[in-house]
């Protein structure tokens, strides 16, 4: 019997879809815009993250050395970084090296060193993180370190470069969170009227079921049955759409830049599902109020 | 005093005994029944009762029963038993307050003050789901029939049966039994439009027997009926009244009421004018 009932429920809420059709596609179709614009959003944020994971793993850091270091000192630093657990010394640049650096890198300009006695560029050891799991190295602690060593002038590492990501990150997800509870009190809305408008094309039945002897939850379960489906529908569409879209991006970052120099990936399995629920979520609760708010006719 | 065969005294004593037992089972099952019954069950409840119990049930009584529509007082002071099985007619002038003592009795109004008890269950204390399920006990004969125009007359007549949970075999079974007894067994797939009011009038009762209910009360059922199709539809309300429902009809057709001995209860601005 309980059987029976749902079979009931189902079918009076899918004769309702198609009777209201319009309506439904309208309200599908403007929740699954919703949806995929939060979708994208969490595409892009899923993509950015992993670049500037990325990039981080290429952090470098300069060790510049005073002119008078003992090779005791240069020993102590050496064996100092080899301790660090991902850190590894890309190169020694001497001072030669580092003026014969300069010059190149000014090109024509190099004239200007020209007649030059002393060199006044410092040598420096080159530093790579490998694997440094995201910004997690306290770079600030190594540079704190390394300075209070003797023989060390100065330390320089891409801190600022990194602290301005992080903070565009926090941004990001800031107007994420913003743009996101925005489409989704559009998307309540959205269901909550859909529904109101199949209870008002119904209250006449919806007034006989009662006077025959219907309980209010007979009555009231098709409408949330119906928004579910839209739920289920529009989350399921969204994703499946924004799947479409991600294959079609991807294969133009590809044409266009050669090699994929961006790894352009999908957004995870665990942003699916959040989509998918809280397509589903919200559809439910728009349908529970709509049932709970117009129900009085 | 000796009895002159005290096997047979005893004989009858136990039988008594078991009279009153078996009353007193009754009793409770329509106690506990009286809302949760299966519509399968109750017409062999009904029988067992009819033969067992010997004194009349107090199906509907109202006690002191005002209702207001702002200042305008529509009922005032009503007070009214009517027992199982009985056939009443309510009647009146229009604006006599008829069509609002009827959707008191049903739960459809609430009164102002006073007390509905139906089969001894206070109206004024179940809402809810409650109030659903004595509807089910309730049939309805709307002035307006309201019937669903887009569902066809087996769908509109069943529709009081699948709001019950029943399964689909019974239903179907049950509808066409009902929609048979009422002569429309070769009209179930028209809709109700293409009736006429004669024909609509009797899916309107159909569906209000439909659930074998304990009463059945019935607004203006003749309202604008010729004579003959009159006579047919008072003829179905005797039909359902001979298997023990107690029906109340509101009428202002005097030609109704000239026929039969029925028990006629007089409204006039919302008081009992009399009775006969
Ligand atoms: N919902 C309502 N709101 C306001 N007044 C109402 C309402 N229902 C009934 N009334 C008033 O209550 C009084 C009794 O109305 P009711 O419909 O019970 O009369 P009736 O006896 O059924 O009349 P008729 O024979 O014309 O059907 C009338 O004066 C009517 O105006
Ligand atoms: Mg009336």
Not at chain 1, 53 to 61: A, P
Not at chain 1, 208 to 216: P, Y
Not at chain 2, 172 to 187: E, S, W, Y
Not at chain 2, 261 to 268: C, D, E, P, W
């Given at each position: 019997?309980?059987?029976?009932?749902?079979?009931?429920?189902?079918?009076?809420?899918?004769?309702?879809?198609?009777?209201?059709?319009?309506?439904?596609?309208?309200?599908?179709?403007?929740?699954?815009?919703?949806?995929?614009?939060?979708?994208?959003?969490?595409?892009?944020?899923?993509?950015?993250?992993?670049?500037i994971?990325?990039?981080?793993?290429?952090?470098?850091?300069s060790?510049?050395?005073?002119?008078?270091i003992?090779?005791?000192?240069?020993?102590?630093?050496?064996?100092?970084?080899?301790?660090?657990?991902?850190?590894?010394?890309?190169?020694?640049?001497?001072?030669?090296?580092?003026?014969?650096?300069l010059?190149?890198?000014?090109?024509?300009?190099?004239?200007?060193?020209?007649?030059?006695?002393?060199?006044?560029?410092?040598?420096?050891?080159?530093?790579?993180?490998?694997?440094?799991?995201?910004?997690?190295?306290?770079?600030?602690?190594?540079?704190q370190?390394?300075?209070?060593?003797?023989?060390?002038?100065?330390?320089?590492?891409?801190?600022?470069?990194?602290?301005?990501?992080?903070?565009?990150?926090?941004?990001?997800?800031?107007?994420?969170?913003?743009?996101?509870?925005?489409?989704?009190?559009?998307?309540?809305?959205?269901?909550?009227?859909?529904?109101?408008?199949?209870?008002?094309?119904?209250?006449?039945?919806?007034e006989?079921?009662?006077?025959?002897?219907?309980?209010?939850w007979?009555?009231?379960?098709?409408?949330?049955?119906?928004?579910?489906?839209?739920?289920?529908?529009?989350?399921?569409?969204?994703?499946?759409?924004?799947?479409?879209?991600?294959?079609?991006?991807?294969?133009?970052?590809?044409?266009?830049?050669?090699?994929?120099?961006?790894?352009?990936?999908?957004?995870?399995?665990?942003?699916?599902?959040?989509?998918?629920?809280?397509?589903?979520?919200?559809?439910?609760?728009?349908?529970?109020?709509?049932?709970?708010?117009?129900?009085?006719? | 005093?000796?009895?002159?065969?005290?096997?047979?005294?005893?004989?009858?004593?136990?039988?008594?005994?078991?009279?009153?037992?078996?009353?007193?089972?009754?009793?409770?099952?329509?106690?506990?029944?009286?809302?949760?019954?299966?519509?399968?069950?109750?017409?062999?409840?009904?029988?067992?009762?009819?033969?067992?119990?010997?004194?009349?049930?107090?199906?509907?009584?109202?006690?002191?029963?005002?209702?207001?529509?702002?200042?305008?007082?529509?009922?005032?002071?009503?007070?009214?038993?009517?027992?199982?099985?009985?056939?009443?007619?309510?009647?009146?002038?229009?604006?006599?307050?008829?069509?609002?003592?009827?959707?008191?009795?049903?739960?459809?109004?609430?009164?102002?003050s006073?007390?509905i008890?139906?089969?001894?269950?206070?109206?004024?204390?179940?809402?809810?789901?409650?109030?659903?399920?004595?509807?089910?006990?309730?049939?309805?004969v709307?002035?307006?029939?309201?019937?669903?125009?887009?569902?066809?007359?087996?769908?509109?007549?069943?529709?009081?049966?699948?709001?019950?949970?029943?399964?689909?075999?019974?239903?179907?079974?049950?509808?066409?039994?009902?929609?048979?007894?009422?002569?429309?067994?070769?009209?179930?797939?028209?809709?109700?439009?293409q009736?006429?009011?004669?024909?609509?009038?009797?899916?309107?009762?159909?569906?209000?027997?439909?659930q074998?209910?304990?009463?059945?009360?019935?607004?203006?059922?003749?309202?604008?009926?010729?004579?003959?199709?009159?006579?047919?539809?008072?003829?179905?309300?005797?039909?359902?009244?001979?298997?023990?429902?107690?029906?109340?009809?509101?009428?202002?057709?005097?030609e109704?009421?000239?026929?039969?001995?029925?028990?006629?209860?007089?409204?006039?601005?919302?008081?009992?004018a009399?009775?006969?």
């Open positions: 019997m309980r059987f029976r009932l749902w079979f009931y429920f189902i079918k009076e809420a899918l004769v309702n879809i198609v009777k209201n059709r319009v309506v439904h596609v309208i309200g599908l179709g403007t929740m699954i815009i919703s949806l995929l614009i939060f979708g994208s959003f969490l595409l892009l944020f899923v993509n950015f993250n992993t670049w994971y990325e990039w981080g793993q290429s952090l470098t850091m060790i510049y050395l005073n002119d008078g003992s090779d005791l000192e240069k020993e102590k630093i050496v064996f100092y970084i080899h301790k660090l657990p991902s850190a590894e010394v890309k190169r020694f640049i001497s001072k030669e090296e580092a003026l014969r650096d010059r190149r890198a000014l090109g024509s300009q190099a004239g200007l060193f020209e007649g030059l006695s002393v060199n006044p560029l410092p040598a420096s050891f080159e530093l790579a993180f490998k694997d440094p799991e995201g910004n997690k190295v306290n770079l600030k602690g190594i540079k370190k390394l300075e209070k060593m003797g023989g060390v002038e100065e330390v320089q590492y891409s801190e600022e470069w990194l602290r301005s990501f992080e903070g565009l990150i926090d941004l990001f997800k800031l107007i994420g969170f913003i743009i996101g509870g925005l489409l989704f009190m559009g998307v309540l809305f959205i269901v909550t009227n859909t529904i109101k408008l199949a209870i008002y094309s119904r209250r006449d039945e919806i006989i079921l009662k006077l025959v002897g219907a309980t209010d007979f009555v009231k379960i098709p409408f949330l049955v119906e928004g579910l489906i839209q739920g289920v529908l529009s989350g399921i569409l969204a994703i499946l759409m924004l799947y479409c879209g991600y294959l079609f991006l991807s294969s133009k970052i590809i044409c266009f830049l050669g090699i994929a120099m961006l790894n352009f990936v999908f957004i995870p399995y665990e942003y699916m599902m959040l989509i998918f629920l809280i397509s589903v979520a919200l559809s439910f609760l728009g349908s529970f109020i709509a049932v709970g708010r117009f129900f009085d006719i | 005093m000796i009895p002159e065969d005290p096997l047979a005294t005893l004989f009858q004593c136990g039988n008594t005994f078991l009279d009153v037992l078996r009353t007193a089972q009754v009793d409770a099952a329509r106690f506990r029944n009286m809302f949760q019954l299966r519509v399968s069950e109750r017409g062999y409840e009904r029988l067992h009762n009819k033969e067992f119990s010997k004194q009349a049930i107090c199906m509907i009584q109202l006690f002191h029963l005002y209702k207001n529509f702002g200042p305008s007082l529509a009922l005032n002071d009503i007070n009214l038993k009517i027992d199982e099985g009985e056939f009443v007619f309510i009647t009146g002038p229009s604006g006599a307050g008829k069509t609002t003592l009827l959707r008191m009795i049903f739960g459809e109004e609430r009164p102002t006073g007390n008890l139906i089969n001894g269950v206070n109206l004024n204390r179940i809402k809810g789901s409650k109030l659903a399920l004595l509807r089910r006990n309730i049939g309805f709307f002035q307006d029939f309201k019937l669903l125009p887009k569902k066809t007359v087996f769908e509109n007549v069943s529709l009081a049966l699948e709001v019950t949970g029943e399964p689909y075999p019974f239903i179907r079974k049950k509808t066409h039994r009902t929609l048979r007894l009422v002569g429309l067994d070769h009209k179930k797939i028209s809709y109700p439009l009736l006429s009011g004669g024909e609509q009038q009797r899916v309107a009762i159909a569906r209000a027997i439909i074998s209910p304990l009463i059945l009360i019935a607004d203006e059922p003749t309202g604008n009926l010729d004579p003959d199709l009159t006579r047919d539809i008072m003829d179905l309300f005797r039909c359902v009244h001979s298997k023990g429902t107690t029906v109340v009809i509101a009428t202002h057709n005097r109704l009421l000239k026929e039969g001995a029925q028990r006629t209860i007089f409204l006039n601005h919302g008081r009992v009399g009775e006969k």
